[in-house]
């Protein structure tokens, strides 16, 4: 299996920018697509980007434009860029590796917390 781990979450105010980072192990990652997700308190976890794995991205209509997805397949690692963030934006933020129908892999999360 694949063994995911998120970083770079933290508590930032509205406008601000992070970088959150997924480390994976155990394979590499180059024919994998890699998303991440998130999850607001009370809500359901909703899909926020893909990177497919000729490089293609993919973003829901409410971060598109201020969050960029990339990934390092030389360093197993998929990240997220995020700017102009709004206080809708927190939530813990996962990511997940997708290969075929023999991997579906999660991390453990990282929390973000934006304040107005």
């Known amino acids: 299996q694949v063994q995911l781990v998120e970083s770079g979450g933290g508590s930032v105010q509205a406008g601000g920018s992070l970088r959150l980072s997924c480390v994976a192990s155990?394979?590499?990652?180059?024919?994998?697509?890699l998303l991440w997700y998130r999850q607001a308190p009370g809500r359901q976890r909703e899909w926020v980007a893909t990177?497919?794995?000729?490089?293609?991205?993919n973003y829901v209509d409410s971060v598109e434009g201020r969050f960029t997805i990339s990934r390092d397949n030389a360093k197993n690692t998929v990240y997220l860029q995020m700017s102009s963030l709004k206080p809708e934006d927190t939530g813990v933020y996962y990511c997940?590796?997708?290969?075929?129908?023999?991997?579906?892999?999660w991390g453990q999360g990282t929390q973000v917390t934006v304040s107005s």
């Open positions: 155990g394979i590499g990652i180059r024919p994998f697509s």
């Open positions: 990177i497919t794995s000729d490089g293609s991205t």
């Open positions: 997940n590796a997708r290969f075929l129908l023999a991997y579906d892999s």
